[in-house]
T-cell receptor
């Protein structure tokens, strides 16, 4: 039982490049989330999904897009990376109706 | 804007002593609160939660206290161990149901051997 798996774990991009972060969970959770974590700040919600085929904006959605084509996967895309998107990104999932989120190990993204 | 914050960014505690981590919240409509622990290089891990109809909830070596009058939340860790060294976040529910959480900035707890 792997839980929540994020790929890649590290990535360096140049400004303007695009990339996709993949999150996969094997717990049959309905809810999935993407957060970013910056030094000295808590986790901020980018986008989330309450079920397959649904997505919704969080606190800081600008510059990101997401897709939830399969229940177990939640993709986070950066169409044109900017230095301000340098951060550690965390994916999480939950059963829904509970605040117990299960987090992945994080993906460290650097945009030069 | 409304946010979840912490009184102290760092806390050092002698091994074996009890620790108390505090959190202030400003959204009076929040009705569900959670504490997470994040070890270095890992994702946050759920510790304990509490609903607004409760004042106190206990887990294994941890107790969460909620004071709705002053909008204050605390996490007490008994008999601290080296493995308790981590960053602790409080979070509150701000969305419909429980699908959205707002996290505080975190407190770094260091256990001194």
């Amino acid at each position: 039982n792997a839980g929540v798996t994020q790929t890649p774990k590290f990535r360096v991009l140049k400004t303007g490049q695009s990339m996709t972060l993949l999150c996969a969970q094997d717990m049959n959770h309905e809810y999935m989330y993407w957060y970013r974590q910056d030094p000295g700040m808590g986790l901020r919600l980018i986008h989330y999904s309450v079920g397959e085929g649904t997505t919704a904006k969080g606190e800081v959605p600008d510059g990101y897009n997401v897709s939830r084509l399969k229940k177990q996967n939640f993709l986070l895309g950066l169409e044109s990376a900017a230095p301000s998107q340098t951060s550690v990104y965390f994916c999480a999932s939950s059963y829904g109706g509970t605040g117990e989120l299960f987090f992945g190990e994080g993906s460290r993204l650097t945009v030069l | 804007g409304e946010s979840v914050g912490l009184h102290l960014p760092t806390l050092s505690v002698q091994e074996g002593d009890n620790s108390i981590i505090n959190c202030a919240y400003s959204n009076s409509a929040s009705d569900y609160f959670i504490w997470y622990k994040q070890e270095s290089g890992k994702g946050p891990q759920f510790i304990i939660d509490i609903r607004s109809n409760m004042d106190k909830r206990q887990g294994q070596r941890v107790t969460v206290l909620l004071n709705k009058t002053v909008k204050h939340l605390s996490l007490q860790i008994a008999a601290t161990q080296p493995g308790d060294s981590a960053v602790y976040f409080c979070a509150e529910n701000t969305g419909f149901g429980n699908e959205k959480l707002t996290f505080g900035t975190g407190t770094r707890l260091t256990i001194i051997p």
